[in-house]
């Protein structure tokens, strides 16, 4: 049976370090790996520039995948309408409920939704080209830590559309996968290696190669093969992914705004765009849960507004004090140039 070499490469130190890895199996049982880049459309322009760079620099083709929300934005003009034009209820279940009819728990009510605020949101399930943002635009929501649902739909359904046709043909199928167990919980709890059987017959076989590795140790494995790190890692960014990504630190954050202030303008601007696609008539890009500290109710999600955001994260003490410190340093980088901010000690 045939066996599929297909590794995921995102322009990060993880998928790379994988990438060599799976270049060294190659070296030794002849197979030839597939990779893929799965691109979200929020990207910043120096991992897009990466990923031309490792292509080059591996010697092998990188196939670029992209989401496509186009039928799922053209039915949604046709549901929307009909969904908005309805009060919507939510009951909040005490703990102890059984969540019976009629419990008596706290319902939230939400009336429907004036004609033409449901026409402006029908106006915009149209593509845009991004489909980061077509997917917040159809979801009306951008994505959150406990609804991570961009991972899913911009990368891995992308790239499974080219391996779901090999297993139904019969080929087996080795997915590399650059996931590291100190990186979350959630990948903490994965194995190494798992096997899913296909219908056809097939093997799909998921393999972590670097799960139980230090951020060191694949920064080490791509610098032995001549391999130049995303520069944005040398400029304050523990992750390359998105620009922003939902997950990214308070430190990360602030030195976003600092160095890249487009893509924080690009980020307001979806935020009223996505305002206008919300049921709720308000969408931010961050959680307010994710940001202790800032004045206002706890449940309020305007509280969480981009500008909100990057105030918080210059902040010391979980919002209480301003990080003079910090301030110093982007005072000193707007004069002289911003410096080398390795979180990995890249510049050493």
């Not at 196939?63 to 053209?74: H, I, N, S």
């Amino acid at each position: 049976m045939k066996i599929a070499d297909i590794c995921s490469i995102s322009g990060g130190k993880d998928s790379t370090a994988t990438a060599c890895l799976a270049l060294d199996r190659a070296e030794k049982n002849g197979r030839t790996p597939t990779f893929v880049f799965a691109d979200t459309g929020n990207e910043h322009e120096l991992t897009l520039a990466q990923i031309d760079y490792l292509e080059a620099a591996l010697g092998y083709p990188i196939v670029r995948v992209k989401a496509d929300f186009t039928a799922r934005l053209e039915q949604r003009r046709v549901t929307l309408p009909i969904e908005w034009r309805k009060e919507k209820r939510r009951t909040f279940h005490v703990t102890d409920c059984a969540k019976a009819a009629n419990c008596g728990c706290p319902v939230k009510i939400m009336p429907a939704v004036p004609e033409d605020l449901i026409e402006r949101a029908v106006q915009l399930m149209t593509p845009t080209g991004v489909p980061f943002l077509d997917l917040c635009i159809l979801k009306g929501r951008f994505p959150s830590r406990r609804a991570q649902f961009c991972t899913e739909e911009l990368k891995v359904e992308p790239i499974n559309r080219l391996v779901h046709p090999m297993l139904d043909a019969g080929t087996n199928v080795v997915s590399w996968l650059g996931e590291r167990a100190e990186e979350s919980d959630v990948r903490a709890k994965k194995k190494a290696l798992q096997t899913i059987l296909w219908p056809s017959g097939a093997r799909l076989i998921l393999y972590r190669p670097i799960h139980r590795w230090t951020a060191a140790q694949v920064f080490e494995i791509a610098r032995r093969r001549g391999l130049r790190p995303n520069p944005l890692y040398l400029q304050g960014m523990g992750r390359v992914g998105c620009m922003p990504c939902i997950n990214c630190g308070k430190d990360e954050l602030a030195a976003i705004a600092q160095r890249f202030p487009e893509h924080i303008d690009k980020i307001r601007a979806w935020e009223c765009l996505l305002a206008d696609a919300s049921r709720r008539g308000v969408s931010t890009f961050f959680s307010a849960s994710m940001l202790p500290g800032l004045p206002g109710e706890e449940d309020n999600p305007v509280r969480a507004a981009i500008d909100n955001a990057i105030a918080w994260a210059r902040t010391d003490r979980g919002g209480r004090q301003f990080n003079i410190l910090q301030h110093i340093a982007a005072e000193e980088a707007a004069s002289e140039g911003a410096m080398c901010e390795s979180a990995y000690g890249l510049c050493e």
